[in-house]
């Protein structure tokens, strides 16, 4: 397929997708990793929370299994709000039913965004923020418009280098959702020592604090 939008500019990366199964999944997955970061450990410590109390309420069974209960229904809703809100997104995307070919072009000053008979011309500037994982790109254009574009679609242009390309047009570095276990750790460990150095700062500061108040009290 060819866009209207190549007749008018350069075309430096062409991607052709489609809303599919797994695009709304990974939609669902980074919104929930992005905007609520910490919903998922919050639950589980809801949860927790339910069946601690009934073990304190053993001597009220009624009670008792009310808490279980309602401990056991926020550990299943955990575990399954991403599948519910898949259904709830499938049900009212027009181009998930419609398996509709949506086409982005990029040029050197913006980019398009042709579907059916329409093209949708946005600049660089536009772009809030740019994210990505193992399988796509994540583009949030005015903070609220969120475009999924999968790394395997890539028609034209290098999907690795356009990390490199996007990141100069917007002026920012993509954010990496997926960071390797070992990097994980390497980050942690810089952090858990540049806070031993600071507090070794912070006690050394101290010493030499106590040092001059002694010095002056002897002169």
């Known amino acids: ?34 905007n609520y970061p910490k919903s998922t450990f919050r639950l589980c410590v809801i949860a927790a929370g339910f069946f601690i109390l009934a073990l304190f309420l053993q001597h009220q069974p009624p009670a008792m299994v009310f ?51 329409t093209e949708n011309h946005i600049k660089y500037g536009e772009i809030t923020n740019v994210y990505k994982d193992k399988r ?30 996007i990141s100069h047009k917007i002026g920012k570095e993509v954010n990496d959702l997926y960071i390797p276990f070992k990097e994980r750790m390497k980050r942690i460990n810089e952090s858990r020592k540049q806070a031993e150095e600071m507090h070794d700062e912070k006690i050394e500061m101290k010493k030499q604090q106590k040092t001059e108040t002694r010095t002056k009290k002897e002169r």
């Open 1 to 34: 397929m060819t866009g209207k939008g190549e007749k008018i500019m350069t075309t430096v990366y062409r991607v052709v997708t489609k809303h599919t199964e797994q695009v709304l999944k990974d939609f669902i997955r980074f919104t929930y990793k992005v």
């Open 67 to 117: 808490s279980i209960v309602i401990g056991l229904v926020v550990v299943v809703f955990t575990f399954t709000r991403h599948l519910i809100a898949f259904s709830k997104l499938a049900k009212r995307d027009e181009n998930f039913h419609n398996q509709t070919e949506i086409e982005f072009i990029f040029g050197q000053s913006e980019f398009i965004i042709c579907r059916l008979e």
């Open 136 to 165: 796509n790109y994540y583009l949030l254009i005015n903070k609220e418009d969120l475009q999924v574009i999968p790394r395997s679609d890539f028609a034209f242009g290098n999907s690795s280098e356009f990390e490199r390309f």
